[in-house]
T-cell receptor, first 125, second 114 residues
């Protein structure tokens, strides 16, 4: 089954204790992204990756790190979590980047549709 | 950077009525505009999208219109049903030579009353 998985789904931690949220997709997607969702603020992009070893900052990258060593995995790392990072986090993937033309195996909507993971609810106390 | 504004933040309609959600974006370089629907407690899912070389796109009861000159795009849902109740997010893709960001609006909570 084609899917995006995230682990853990729920996490309560304390300020300053390093944590990693894993994200994995089995669809051979090039583009992967992390978002955080907060009430009234919608979905805000943290980091994204256009392919292996290619990552870039989104709108709210401060306090987060990512890596893309393999195509299928895109972990989100919080080196020193703080309470303002309490949020619902979503990982997402798509065949192509959101703005790129698509001469690849998928075209049209299929190329750009982002598949979201189930979300990780993080609480930092 | 790119900014996407979405209105209204909440919208209540009677079943069978139409619903319209509007978004504006700031960067004229944006060229891809998806709409995502998020039901309560679930993940966002793409419902329709439009590229900047198209002015309108329709898929059954939903349609999206794009006005590049005014930099705004809208989601139209006709003959609304209770299962349309959800939060809807618009987004705009900011693409430069070195970046490929997706900027979301703040969401519209749509409630359809039977």
């Amino acid at each position: 089954e084609a899917q995006v998985t995230q682990n853990p789904r729920y996490l309560i931690t304390v300020t300053g204790k390093k944590l990693t949220v894993t994200c994995s997709q089995n669809m051979n997607h090039e583009y992967m992204s992390w978002y955080r969702q907060d009430p009234g603020l919608g979905l805000r992009q943290i980091y994204y990756s256009m392919n292996v070893e290619v990552t870039d900052k989104g709108d709210v990258p401060e306090g987060y790190k990512v890596s893309r060593k393999e195509k299928r995995n895109f972990p989100l790392i919080l080196e020193s979590p703080s309470p303002n990072q309490t949020s619902l986090y979503f990982c997402a993937s798509s065949f192509r980047g959101q703005g790129r033309p698509s001469p690849s195996q998928a075209s049209g909507r299929a190329a750009y549709e982002q598949y979201f993971g189930p979300g990780t609810r993080l609480t930092v106390t | 950077g790119e900014n996407v504004e979405q209105h209204p933040s909440t919208l209540s309609v009677q079943e069978g009525d139409s619903a319209v959600i509007k978004c504006t974006y700031s960067d004229s370089a944006s060229n891809y505009f998806p709409w995502y629907k998020q039901e309560l407690g679930k993940r966002p899912q793409l419902i329709i999208d439009i590229r900047s070389n198209v002015g309108e796109k329709k898929d059954q009861r939903i349609a999206v219109t794009l006005n590049k000159t005014a930099k705004h795009f809208s989601l139209h849902i006709t003959e609304t049903q209770p299962e349309d109740s959800a939060v809807y997010f618009c987004a705009a893709s900011l693409r430069t030579r070195n970046t490929d960001k997706l900027i979301f609006g703040t969401g519209t909570r749509l409630q359809v009353f039977p």
